[in-house]
């Protein structure tokens, strides 16, 4: 069976992409090629590249679904616009998010300008900017600057990724935190990347945080395998319940009903429950790549 096959079934597309979100709009005299992603057999993302081999559009399928669109100007990315549809959100709604990149004299990226949509309607709301900042030796570091809303809990979002002596991303550290109080660190881990033959071979965790509620921010290891053609075509995802690697947050201080909650998110995580399996398991993703055909492949397939 043609992995472009469509169901009969529209129900479960429809939730695989929700309606509010655009099908496929660029030209098919644009696209060559295009990829479809695999999760244990199961097809959660299409991608099309241009014959610059750029993205130009992206799907990301489930009960929450995405699309985003990519242009570019002189072959630097300039704006995208993102359509995201949550588990929770009313059928044939989407969240849309339209940003701008600046650059600076090297090409690095050093600002992006968001603004916020709905559909249905037409109210933005307010916009914000991320600012992006390089250190002497060519770090990458992210500032987060949200909407003034009067907030008196700023958020402290810090991303910095350092580079090795070839200019590849050797490790990537984040820090949330929103000073709130009840609220617990939302984000904080510490990520490596090692290198075989120029291709990424294996990221792992040096450190996570699970706060309160056992939230892992991906897999402890991830190997990647790649083609003939050195294209990516599969990753293996190992996730361990080995605590040497991971932070539990800290819960002197709550009080029932919550830590009741966290008590049963706590033994989800460690031996699994009816919709949380254990956090010790292996995830196959699986790369598949086409030539794009517009009298195959001009209409999106959405997955059921």
């Not at 359509?83 to 004299?105: F, P, Q």
């Not at 996570?208 to 892992?216: D, E, F, I, T, W």
């Not at 605590?243 to 995580?269: L, S, V």
């Not at 460690?270 to 949380?276: D, H, I, K, L, R």
Request: with cysteine; charged share 35%; hydrophobic share 30%.
């Amino acid at each position: 069976m043609s992995i472009w096959t469509v169901s009969t079934g529209c129900r479960d597309a429809d939730y695989s992409l929700d309606k509010a979100i655009p099908r496929l709009q660029t030209p098919a005299a644009e696209i060559a090629w295009f990829r479809t992603k695999w999760r244990d057999g199961e097809h959660i993302e299409t991608v099309y590249f241009d014959r610059q081999n750029r993205m130009v559009e992206s799907f990301n399928f489930g009960l929450s679904n995405r699309k985003k669109l990519f242009f570019y100007k002189d072959s630097v990315l300039a704006k995208t616009i993102e359509y995201s549809h949550g588990d929770s959100d009313e059928l044939n709604t989407a969240n849309v998010d339209t940003a701008w990149y600046e650059y600076d004299r090297n090409a690095r990226l050093i600002a992006e300008k968001h603004r916020p949509a709905r559909i249905p309607g037409t109210d933005a709301g307010k916009g914000y900017k991320v600012f992006w900042a390089y250190t002497a030796a060519g770090d990458t570091v992210k500032k987060w600057e949200g909407p003034d809303y009067g907030d008196p809990f700023k958020a402290t979002d810090v991303n910095r990724w350092e580079r090795d002596d070839k200019r590849r991303i050797k490790s990537h550290y984040k820090l949330f935190i929103r000073r709130e109080p009840g609220i617990d660190t939302s984000d904080y881990f510490i990520r490596r990347y090692a290198y075989d033959g120029g291709k990424l071979k294996m990221v792992w965790f040096e450190h996570m945080y699970l706060g309160r509620y056992y939230s892992v921010p991906g897999p402890d290891t991830v190997w990647y395998t790649y083609d003939a053609q050195n294209r990516l075509v599969q990753e293996r995802h190992r996730y361990t319940t080995d605590m040497r690697n991971k932070q539990e947050g800290d819960t002197a201080n709550i009080r029932e009903p919550e830590m009741d909650y966290i008590r049963r998110r706590r033994k989800a995580f460690f031996e699994g429950e009816t919709y949380s399996p254990r956090n010790d398991k292996v995830v196959i993703v699986e790369y598949r790549y086409e030539q794009f055909n517009p009298k195959k492949h001009a209409e999106l397939v959405i997955p059921n």
